[in-house]
């Protein structure tokens, strides 16, 4: 499955100050049911955005229309426990295309990474910064520049690098999945078996 093309976007986000946030909290295990990724996003944190009768919780984050956005800003240890994709799905989903964070699970990582969804670590204190920058002013921008591995808070030109596998990368930059970056690469791999005759 080809992914979308991520280049560079500008956005305003959704601040998730929670540490530790497990995939069951991303998408409960009562909702891996379904054979496509498609629907995950509407019960992405099911059991924090609706109380028991299916109402919107009006304190939580993803209810407050004060905030909007193709970028995630959540709080350090995103995407622990369980190595379910789904939880990459769901947050994809959604409608994000970036989650920030001071420190991913790794099985996490590398499954936002197969699905199109570009996880940027950061340092604690610049995690901070964007949090402050939200709370200042909800309609805050953000860029992330993956070409650059930079992300920066528009307002103050405040930015900081982040480190992405390159193969990952490349396959960001292309809207490669696995199979697209073999075939990216066809006429090489023929050139190759040519030469071996």
């Known amino acids: 499955m080809a992914i979308e093309k991520f280049s560079k976007i500008q956005s305003t986000a959704v601040p998730l100050q929670i540490e530790n946030v497990d995939t069951d909290q991303i998408i409960p295990a009562r909702f891996l049911k379904a054979t496509t990724r498609e629907g995950f996003g509407d019960n992405l944190f099911r059991d924090w955005r609706y109380d028991k009768n299916g109402n919107p919780k009006p ?102 690098n982040f480190e992405i596998n390159p193969y990952k990368k490349e396959c960001l930059l292309n809207g490669y999945d696995d199979i697209d970056y073999l075939l990216s690469m066809k006429d090489k791999i023929q050139a190759f078996e040519v030469s071996r005759v």
């Open 59 to 160: 304190d939580f984050v993803l209810n407050d229309h004060l905030y909007k956005g193709k970028i995630l800003v959540a709080g350090k240890n995103f995407g622990s426990g369980s190595s379910r994709e789904h939880a990459a799905w769901a947050v994809h989903d959604y409608g994000f295309k970036v989650v920030v964070s001071s420190f991913f699970a790794d099985i996490f990582k590398n499954n936002a990474l197969n699905n199109g969804l570009l996880p940027v670590q950061i340092s604690e204190s610049f995690l901070q910064e964007m949090f402050q920058a939200i709370e200042s002013d909800p309609k805050a921008l953000f860029e992330v520049d993956l070409e650059n591995q930079e992300i920066i808070i528009s307002s103050s030109g405040s930015k900081e």
